[in-house]
């Protein structure tokens, strides 16, 4: 048997901070999720701790909120984060998780839900990876309702001998021109307007908005220093490109912006950057380096995608749950 609760403060959450202790994630960390309401996003949250009532200890937490979709009353996990659904408790398995699942419908229900959506993050991220838990969410009647496609770096493998031909000479020929500098500390409001204006016009020119806000990065950045980790490329003097980690446990990182000024497009600021923040994640004893999703409006940008190949990214699924109740 197991209890559903609802957190009504996770930041003041003795069980949810010592869970979080021992299998960290950052989209489940109370200092990266408050920056919703430091800026003021109106997420009606509905936390959930899951305990095991036979060992009186939490076995699962899961960020969620409650959202009006299609006018039909809609628990998702979650917004605000690139992942959610449950962060389970070490050494939890597929028999835990098809015990679980039931009462977690049942108390959705209770609470007059009529759908669920979960935001999947890849298996790698598992401290233990394995599909077991897509296996049990589909065998406990919920479905695939969106997918995308992201590349991970394995980095035990990552090597410069094994990447692309054309990608080595290209990063051969250009180092010698560019300045990559790494774990920025940057402290001057004046300094991450520089960064972040970076990251702008490169959105921007694409048509696209960045998911954080200057202030809203900075919030991230300053309150999480040590999971959020910075990268600029300098030509001559002038920034040319930066690149956003995002920590996300201990196993792997996930670059979340990669961005480069214009002017210098062809002077190999992508690979440079790309390929040594994969290192400094490599020699930080990470295992997984998630460059992140090569689907551009639920299609496969094939350029996008092969550029990543060549660093030795391979292709995994993002998967997103639906259930209707």
């Known amino acids: 048997m197991f209890d559903i609760i609802r957190c009504e403060n996770i930041e003041k959450d003795i069980e949810w901070l010592e869970f979080l202790r021992n299998q960290y994630n950052i989209f489940f960390d109370p200092d990266f999720l408050k ?31 409650e959202k009006n979709i299609n006018g039909e009353k809609t628990f998702f996990s979650c917004d605000g984060v690139s992942f959610a659904g449950f962060l389970w408790k070490n050494r939890a398995d597929a028999t835990n998780y098809i015990k679980v699942l039931p009462e977690f419908k049942n108390y959705i229900k209770q609470q007059g839900f009529k759908r669920c959506l979960i935001k999947g993050m890849p298996f790698l991220y598992k401290n233990t990876p394995d599909e077991e838990i897509e296996y049990s969410f589909l065998e406990s009647g919920f479905h695939i309702s969106s997918y995308a496609i992201t590349n991970i770096v394995q980095l035990d493998g990552f090597d410069f001998k094994n990447i692309s031909g054309s990608k080595k000479r290209s990063i051969n020929k250009s180092k010698q021109n560019i300045t990559v500098s790494s774990e920025l500390d940057i ?95 490599k020699s930080k004893g990470y295992k997984y380096y998630d460059i992140g999703t090569s689907s551009v409006n639920n299609k496969l940008s094939e350029g996008l995608f092969q550029f990543k190949k060549t660093f030795l990214a391979n292709g995994f699924l993002r998967k997103n749950f639906e259930l209707n109740l």
């Open 35 to 65: 920056y919703n309401d430091v800026f003021n996003k109106d997420i009606k949250w509905h936390n959930l701790k899951i305990r095991d009532l036979k060992t009186n200890k939490i076995l699962a937490i899961i960020p969620g909120c």
């Open 187 to 281: 402290t001057s409001k004046d300094e991450f307007a520089k960064f972040y204006r970076v990251l702008k016009v490169d959105r921007n020119q694409k048509n696209i908005n960045p998911t954080h806000s200057l202030e809203e990065l900075e919030y991230l950045y300053n309150n999480l220093r040590k999971r959020v980790i910075l990268f600029s490329a300098e030509v001559e003097g002038k920034i040319a490109g930066i690149c956003v980690l995002f920590c996300v446990t201990d196993n792997v990182v996930l670059n979340f912006y990669l961005a480069q000024e214009e002017i210098f497009s062809k002077s190999g600021v992508p690979e440079n950057i790309l390929f040594e923040s994969i290192m400094w994640a």
